[in-house]
């Protein structure tokens, strides 16, 4: 099944890169194939987060945001009574932290940031609060 959504994701890029799509129709696509991407990756971090008023709340500070990326990225997060670790792409985990903020921005605005798997501590201590932590290893 992951192999079919991979090779499924690599044609519609390829698709895109070769359709002259214009930026809000690629915009339009990205969010259909993010929509799908919690189903592969196992966990449901990102709907905590969503859920979370202390997430939404603190993501609108910019250094915050940019924060979060940054613990997203390169990193697996574990929830007590979850199988599977929730993990992300850079390029989604940018994608959410611009979609939690809702200011009009997209995954370009955080991506390769600098500095990404470092998880500050007061995103460690939010996450913990929604019960999810970096996995050791």
């Not at 698709?15 to 919690?38: D, G």
């Not at 199988?83 to 850079?90: I, L, N, Q």
């Not at 009009?104 to 990404?116: I, K, L, Q, T, V």
């Amino acid at each position: 099944m992951i192999r079919k959504v991979i090779a499924w994701i690599k044609y519609f890029w390829w698709w895109i890169r070769q359709s002259k799509t214009t930026r809000e129709q690629a915009r339009m696509y990205v969010k259909i194939l993010t929509a799908l991407q919690p189903n592969i990756k196992g966990g449901d971090m990102e709907e905590d987060m969503r859920n979370s008023p202390t997430i939404l709340e603190k993501v609108k500070d910019r250094h915050y945001a940019v924060n979060l990326y940054r613990a997203m990225c390169n990193n697996a997060f574990t929830c007590a009574g979850k199988k599977e670790p929730w993990s992300c792409t850079w390029r989604y985990a940018g994608e959410l932290v611009a979609e939690l903020r809702d200011q009009g921005e997209d995954y370009m605005d955080f991506y390769c940031s600098g500095n990404e798997s470092y998880v500050d501590e007061e995103i460690a201590n939010d996450l913990k609060d929604l019960g999810w932590s970096v996995e050791e290893g």
